[in-house]
Structure formats: structure tokens, C-alpha cells
Nanobody, 127 residues
Framework: QVQLVESGGGLVQAGGSLRLSCAAS????????MGWFRQPPGKEREFVAA????????YYRDSVKGRFAISRDNAENTVYLQMNSLKPEDTAVYYC????????????????????WGQGTQVTVSS
């Protein structure tokens, strides 16, 4: 069973930056594809970014391309989401997620494809 704990959220002005971290424990991390999702107020959870187990491939939703960067440190069992040029519409609870299957080559945007979830961290961007 994999446990995921997000951190790094907070309140930031538009144009600012935040770096989210997701620490994994309780299972193998280095061989699992990981994803970041967010749930804006009053909306459904949506895909933000994903990264393969090796870190060799990444994928982003269109609205964050060029502003957000997902990365991972397998030695530290941690995945990161660097968020730059933040906008008020980025305001949401951000979640990291892991797939149960290992060594996958495909990256998924559907939250149903992920098996383990963190508790979320709030990101609020003021205008």
C-alpha cells in the first residue's frame, strides 16, 4: 500500500511561484508512473501533469504547459510540481496520485487510472 503526502501549497499572488512536493512511503515508488491533479472550487477533479516511472516522459494539460513542470527524485521517493506564472484560475486543491501497475509506458489523464491518492494541498492564487 502506497501512502502519499503532499506539501507546499499556500497563498500566492498572480504571477508568483510555488513548488509542490509529494512524498511516497509504504511501497515501491521508483517503478510507478505518477500524476498531479487538481480540484478547483465547485468543479470536478482535473488532470494537471504526469510523469513516467523513469522520469523520461511527461505530459501536461494545455493550460499549464510552459508554466508548470513535473519532476521526480526516485532516491527521495518524491515527485514535484513546480508552478510558475500562477493565475487565479490555478486556485484548487492539488493532489498527487500513483498507479498500482509498474513500469508503464503510457501516461493517463483519467483519475480513474490512478490507484493511490494523497490528501491534497490547497493552492490559492490572488489577483
Amino acid at each position: 500500500q502506497v501512502q502519499l503526502v503532499e506539501s507546499g501549497g499556500g497563498l500566492v499572488q498572480a504571477g508568483g511561484s510555488l513548488r509542490l512536493s509529494c512524498a511516497a512511503s509504504g511501497g515501491t515508488f521508483k517503478d510507478r508512473n505518477m500524476g498531479w491533479f487538481r480540484q478547483p472550487p465547485g468543479k470536478e477533479r482535473e488532470f494537471v501533469a504526469a510523469i513516467t516511472w523513469s522520469g523520461g516522459s511527461t505530459y501536461y494539460r494545455d493550460s499549464v504547459k510552459g508554466r508548470f513542470a513535473i519532476s521526480r527524485d526516485n532516491a527521495e521517493n518524491t515527485v514535484y510540481l513546480q508552478m510558475n506564472s500562477l493565475k487565479p484560475e490555478d486556485t484548487a486543491v492539488y493532489y498527487c496520485a500513483a498507479r498500482a501497475s509498474t513500469y508503464g509506458s503510457r501516461l493517463y489523464v483519467d483519475p480513474e487510472r490512478y490507484d493511490y491518492w494523497g490528501q491534497g494541498t490547497q493552492v490559492t492564487v490572488s489577483s
